[in-house]
């Protein structure tokens, strides 16, 4: 019976061994900068494997349009828990959300990354711009709290720490610690080319909407994150029984299917839901 147990485990674990290394040798070849191969590869191991992990992981280092990419990311983190793509992921959203400007997104993705993925290869790099987005943010606390858990939790590191923290805010630090200059990670990618084209403009039959606000101040800022990405963005009056709505209009649409193609964007990248309506 344990010779049959062992055998049945062998059988359902090769699979998974198989799909490990066509998916590290897919990686390789990003790597290297074989894309072309790469793309190649992936179409055959979209249709073998579907929904992987690995293989959408994969799919996103190589894709052009960020909002994209930032889907693919989400739907590993939020849907394959237990995937070794997961650490690579939360880097990459939060390189995302602090080249859009969101840096309280970013800093919660990247202080979720130093303490549960401690043997991540890029933890020094993670941990130099977690530090950046908390002080971009002006989350002055949440800094301190950061570094403590960086000096505490990584020793062997020298992080680029900027010059205007206190160290001796710091439990345990009186001196200041080495610092060791880095390169600023570069965004994810060129972000907002792809959003909408003036032939796309000129033939507008769709947008979306993306929220309705009894309050300006809130959608206001609301318009301001979804603008940071690079979409054009209109505020709309909307007079009610009672009270004056404030409506945020998103992008300009030839079809219903590109408006909802962008509104699917638009949730990947800022989690931010939005249907189309019709233009006058």
Request: aromatic share 8%; net charge negative; proline share 6%.
């Amino acid at each position: 019976m344990k010779r049959i147990s062992a055998a049945l485990i062998l059988v359902l674990l090769l699979p998974l061994s198989i799909i490990s290394q066509d998916v590290d040798g897919l990686l390789d070849l990003i790597e290297s900068g074989k894309i072309d191969s790469a793309t190649s590869i992936i179409s055959e191991l979209s249709y073998t494997y579907p929904g992987n992990p690995g293989v959408r992981y994969a799919r996103a280092l190589i894709q052009q349009d960020a909002l994209v990419a930032a889907g693919l990311y989400k739907d590993i983190v939020r849907n394959h828990p237990n995937s070794p793509y997961v650490a690579g992921s939360i880097m990459h959203l939060g390189e995302y959300y602090y080249a859009t400007g969101l840096y309280i997104q970013s800093r919660t993705l990247l202080a979720r990354l130093v303490r549960e993925y401690p043997d991540y290869p890029e933890i020094l790099n993670a941990g130099n711009l977690l530090l950046r987005a908390g002080l971009a943010a002006r989350q002055m606390d949440r800094v301190y709290e950061d570094l403590e858990t960086l000096l505490q939790e990584y020793p062997q590191y020298s992080f680029d720490i900027p010059t205007e923290l206190d160290l001796t805010r710091v439990r345990g630090r009186s001196q200041p610690a080495p610092v060791q200059a880095s390169p600023t990670p570069a965004p994810l990618r060129s972000l907002g080319s792809d959003v909408q084209t003036n032939d796309n403009l000129s033939r507008a039959a769709f947008t979306l909407q993306a929220g309705a606000f009894g309050n300006y101040s809130n959608a206001r800022r609301l318009a301001d994150q979804i603008e940071a990405i690079g979409y054009t963005v209109r505020i709309s009056e909307r007079p009610t029984a009672n009270r004056t709505l404030y409506v945020i209009m998103v992008g300009e649409y030839s079809s219903r299917e590109a408006a909802l193609s962008g509104s699917d964007m638009l949730e990947a990248a800022l989690g931010i839901e939005s249907f189309p309506i019709a233009m006058d």
